[in-house]
């Protein structure tokens, strides 16, 4: 069909900005994703360029403040997440044999929402007052408009409310495409991995998104229209908003990492010459994530105020998350022992996430326990602990799937000695510069400040120091996605991994890159 004298008369430009074809949109949101890395790790150079002494004066506070807003901001809802739904919109209909999405217009005009919404938020740096000093969490009463009176919140606010109605569509095309177009023959429990991560991930995202997007709406409309929804003052309750924005904003760390589980399962399998140990586990322990994430919110409000009964109850639901969690990291070690391993760079990849998250995990165990919470609040031991789940976590599955599919999505391999050199870089700059600021954090430097004492000096400069390292391989990378995309020919064949004779995914079935519409004939599992 793409070669029908209709599709010929229009530019290649036009036809991919038209599309419906879920590969071009998941590709679309993969540059997206990598525009917003680009950006928001540079606000990261800049904030640690900052705080490489303890009064740079390289930045003025008005202006550090938006940068770590926007950091946190672009990176979480404008990078990881849509990195994501970019793998899930190419591969999901491919593993489970369909042809598309079940809705291609809606798929596509939730990605051409993300983009208003993206460029509303970069462009609230340009108006008077600047962008939003409230950090990405917008808490009230800071956020209202007695400390933030600047458009530049409001369009902050309005952007983060059409970049959460564009996922909530796109989950609900994964949960309709996944439960309606399977391939004859694939039961619920022979759904590739990766496919069952984001059903339940897509779940999570219908439910907990409204919510933020509710609480959103009343700080807007209490900014632009005089409700007390937050406002203490006129009976409004800021601690509302506070359970509204951690009911989504606790289980969006899932929207960012359940992905990469099913990712990883199948890498390591791939690359261990093996099927991945404990299926039926694996997909338990993905179902229990979701649903024991809704219960964990408040965790983020121990210093709140809330009864401590409340905080008991949530302290050890809290703990009881890692049990799942464990349960996958076990399954993914027992599918690597014995196996016969290939030291490839989506594996280095895969094997520096189990590391890296495992270390953000124990973090986040110690974090739940309501003594040490107290102590280390609102520190830079939290920093270190969200950066070691988020970029060891989420950014380094990310660049594992970037590695193992990119030659499918292209039909060319990315340089393997450059992603050797990639995968050090990245790795070493994670622990130089997060690493440093647990202790930061628990010898008592607070989060987000613009300058600190001088004893910090030494540990925020190794800390600066690493991220060196993590531009560089990030630059690398970028290189290298540029020059295989775009100045390099190539044709692999369905298969170049040479994984397919034991893990059998449709990915590998089809040719690299796949066709129109995916398959001729739809696939039987038997």
Do not use: C
């Not at 970049?163 to 949960?175: E, K, Q, R, Y």
């Not at 983020?300 to 996958?328: D, E, N």
């Not at 165990?365 to 989420?394: E, K």
């Amino acid at each position: 069909m793409s070669d029908s004298p209709e599709r010929k008369k229009y530019p290649a430009f036009f036809e991919w900005l038209t599309t419906g074809d879920h590969k071009k949109i998941g590709i679309m949101y993969l540059w997206f994703a990598l525009f917003m890395a680009l950006v928001g790790g540079g606000l990261a150079g800049a904030i640690r360029a900052q705080l490489a002494s303890p009064d740079s004066g390289l930045m003025r506070p008005e202006l550090y403040n938006m940068s770590i807003s926007m950091h946190a901001t672009l990176m979480i809802f404008f990078m990881i997440i849509p990195a994501w739904v970019g793998f899930g919109n190419y591969f999901v209909p491919l593993l489970i044999g369909a042809r598309d999405m079940a809705f291609p217009r809606l798929n596509a005009f939730a990605f051409w929402l993300a983009v208003p919404a993206a460029v509303l938020i970069l462009s609230s740096f340009l108006v008077v007052g600047g962008s939003i000093q409230t950090g990405w969490t917008a808490y009230p009463p800071l956020s209202l408009k007695a400390f933030s009176a600047g458009a530049g919140t409001d369009m902050w606010i309005l952007g983060i409310i059409i970049a959460g109605t564009a996922s909530v569509l796109a989950a609900i095309n994964f949960i309709v495409t996944t439960a309606n177009m399977r391939a004859p023959g694939m039961t619920w429990l022979k759904m590739p991995l990766f496919v069952w991560a984001w059903f339940v991930n897509a779940t999570l995202i219908l439910i907990a998104t409204p919510v933020l997007s509710s609480a959103l709406a009343m700080l807007l409309t209490d900014r632009l229209f005089g409700t007390t929804f937050l406002t203490v003052g006129s009976g409004g309750d800021p601690l509302l908003y506070q359970h509204l924005f951690w009911f989504y904003s606790h289980p969006a760390v899932y929207i960012m990492i359940l992905p990469g589980f099913g990712v990883i399962s199948h890498v390591v399998a791939a690359f261990s010459r093996k099927r991945v140990f404990g299926y039926r586990g694996m997909v338990t322990a993905l179902a229990l994530i979701g649903i024991i994430g809704y219960m964990v919110w408040a965790h983020h409000m121990f210093v709140s105020g809330i009864p401590a009964w409340l905080q008991v109850f949530f302290s050890y639901a809290s703990m009881v998350i890692a049990v799942p969690t464990g349960i996958k990291v076990f399954s993914w070690l027992a599918t690597i022992w014995g196996g016969t391993i290939r030291f490839s760079t989506p594996m280095k990849f895969a094997l520096g996430f189990i590391g890296l998250f495992v270390l953000g995990g124990m973090s986040g165990i110690m974090l739940a326990n309501v003594p040490i919470d107290y102590q280390v609040h609102d520190s830079y031991f939290v920093v270190a602990h969200f950066h070691y789940v988020l970029v060891g976590g989420s950014v380094m599955a990310i660049l594992a799937a970037t590695y193992y599919w990119f030659p499918k999505m292209s039909g060319r391999f990315l340089s393997e000695k450059l992603g050797t050199w990639i995968f050090w870089l990245i790795f070493v700059g994670i622990n130089i510069t997060f690493f440093p600021q647990h202790i930061l954090g628990i010898q008592g430097m607070a989060r987000r400040i613009f300058t600190y004492r001088p004893e910090f000096t030494a540990l925020n400069r190794v800390s600066s120091f690493g991220y060196l390292f993590l531009l560089l391989g990030g630059l690398l990378l970028v290189w290298d996605l540029l020059r295989q995309a775009f100045f390099r020919k190539g044709s692999l064949p369905d298969d170049p991994w040479q994984v397919n004779d034991i893990q059998h995914t449709l990915d590998w079935a089809v040719a690299s890159p796949p066709p129109e519409y995916n398959f001729e004939e739809i696939p039987v599992i038997k």
